[in-house]
């Protein structure tokens, strides 16, 4: 569900997650409207829909966990590379520093190939001698502190070798989670499409038409004002979203989830809100539902596992569920568990 650019290596990639989410997402939208031969004439109308909007919630509140360990990946992945790099470049500096010593090791060997007593006694210009040896004598502290600081570049370099080989092991749990997260959400969905197909014929219209009752259109709204301009520009931005389709694990343009509408408002404005909508609950200050503004984040439920964007006058505009396009809604279509200033 995240945003963020995916390697070659990952096999969660952003197009590969929206198309199988998307897919699932897809199928039990057709079910609203789709009859089934071998319907389950057992589930009645009440029941049966509030089991299917159970499924819903439990199907969202899973994809929050799937954006926050695909999030989490996708930071993993930025650190391993990061890792990796610095490996690299601690080798090749280990490597020039070798090259050095050996520059050095060579000139003292082709120099000092007798003792240096007989060296001076045999030798035609004595003062000249005394020269190269001071030198040499320098070259030997030269080298003496160059293979200190070889040993400290190799000791920095094993730490950064096993750093990245932690990080290669946490990304590689952290894909296992997100994996783990999206095929909950496929099943969640799965449950719900064979729930949709076991209702009456009447009872799947019913629930059609009330996953379409949100306004799409411009509802009447209050002259309350945004908190900052740059409220208004995320207000702007989800209105222009209105009519859009719910994509699981989606954050726009062409689709979103409830988090990732929220995520895409606000990076039209220059503002860079987490993935999730337990994260965006304290993304700011919060404030009492009495005094919301236009661009104020409503998170739902105990748990924030749904969030909307509040527009005035009691209004709010959110990404529903599969088969409810990015709409307005009352404010008070479930309850409301916080009201963020961002």
Avoid at 60 to 85: G, I, M, N, P, W
Avoid at 239 to 259: E, K, L, Q, T
Avoid at 274 to 294: D, N
Avoid at 311 to 321: D, E, F, K, L
Wanted: glycine share 8%; hydrophobic share 40%.
């Amino acid at each position: 569900m995240a945003s963020h650019r995916r390697s070659s290596q990952s096999g969660l990639t952003q197009s590969a997650r929206v198309t199988v989410l998307s897919a699932a997402a897809a199928a039990a939208a057709a079910a609203l409207a789709a009859p089934s031969a071998s319907a389950d004439p057992h589930p009645s109308g009440a029941s049966g829909q509030a089991k299917v909007d159970q499924l819903f919630q439990e199907a969202e509140q899973a994809t929050e966990q799937y954006d926050k360990a695909d999030e989490r990946a996708d930071r993993l992945r930025d650190e391993v590379k990061h890792a990796e790099d610095a490996v690299a470049r601690g080798q090749e500096r280990i490597n020039r520093m070798r090259g050095a010593l050996g520059a050095i090791a060579g000139a003292q060997y082709r120099s000092g190939g007798i003792d240096p007593s007989l060296a001076l006694l045999l030798s035609a210009d004595p003062a000249s001698y005394l020269d190269k040896a001071a030198a040499l004598d320098r070259l030997s502290e030269h080298q003496s502190g160059a293979l200190q600081d070889l040993q400290r570049e190799q000791r920095r370099l094993a730490q950064q070798r096993a750093d990245a080989r932690r990080k290669l092991a946490e990304l590689e749990r952290s894909r296992s989670e997100v994996a783990r997260h999206k095929r909950t959400v496929e099943s969640k969905l799965a449950q719900a499409r064979r729930m949709l197909n076991a209702l009456p014929t009447a009872d799947r219209a019913a629930f059609d038409r009330a996953s379409r009752s949100g306004r799409t259109e411009l509802p009447e709204l209050s002259d309350a004002q945004p908190a900052s301009d740059r409220a208004a520009a995320a207000v702007m931005a989800a209105r222009s979203a209105i009519g859009r389709p719910y994509i699981w694990g989606s954050n726009g343009p062409s689709g979103f989830d409830c988090s990732g509408l929220m995520q895409w408002s606000y990076a039209q404005a220059g503002i860079g809100l987490p993935r999730t909508s337990q994260e965006q609950r304290y993304a700011g200050h919060q404030v009492p539902l009495s005094e919301a503004k236009p661009g104020d984040l409503v998170a739902y439920r105990h748990d924030a596992s749904h969030i909307a964007m509040y527009m005035g006058n009691g209004q709010v505009v959110h990404a529903p569920y599969p088969g409810a396009p990015v709409r307005y809604d009352p404010v008070g279509m479930m309850p409301v568990s916080s009201v963020t200033r961002v």
